[in-house]
């Protein structure tokens, strides 16, 4: 069965770091595009952070731009998402998915979806 996996959120306060991370199974992540979700509450999930395969390509949100940072280790199969400088407008649901057709670091359509981890940022 293919999973996603993500782990790594809880409740930080502001200026605080998380690194979240998105474990496969039953498949090898190196040869995906893997993008970075989040849904506050009331609000529409928006795109984070995106990375090509090869970890060659990435974008971010203009929110996030200079404070999250999106990496790879195909090793591991896994795939990260390190966040600083966290503000209480951070908060929400973090998800990965995976692009299991284009590998070209845009995360316009993503066809395999993680469960989420919780990210809380307050005092």
């Known amino acids: 069965q293919l999973q996603l996996v993500e782990s790594g959120g809880g409740l930080v306060q502001p200026g605080g770091s998380l690194r979240l991370s998105c474990a496969a199974s039953?498949?090898?992540?190196?040869?995906?595009?893997i993008g970075w979700f989040r849904q506050a509450p009331g609000k529409e999930r928006e795109g984070v952070s995106c990375i090509s395969s090869s970890g060659g390509d990435t974008n971010y949100a203009t929110s996030v731009k200079g404070r999250f940072t999106i990496s790879r280790d195909n090793a591991k199969n896994t795939v990260y998402l390190q966040m600083n400088s966290l503000k209480p407008e951070d908060t929400a649901v973090y998800y990965c998915?995976?692009?299991?057709?284009?590998?070209?670091?845009?995360?316009?359509?993503?066809?395999?979806w993680g469960q989420g981890t919780q990210v809380t940022v307050s005092s």
């Open positions: 998915a995976a692009d299991l057709i284009e590998d070209d670091g845009s995360c316009l359509g993503m066809d395999y």
């Open positions: 039953g498949f090898t992540l190196e040869y995906y595009t």
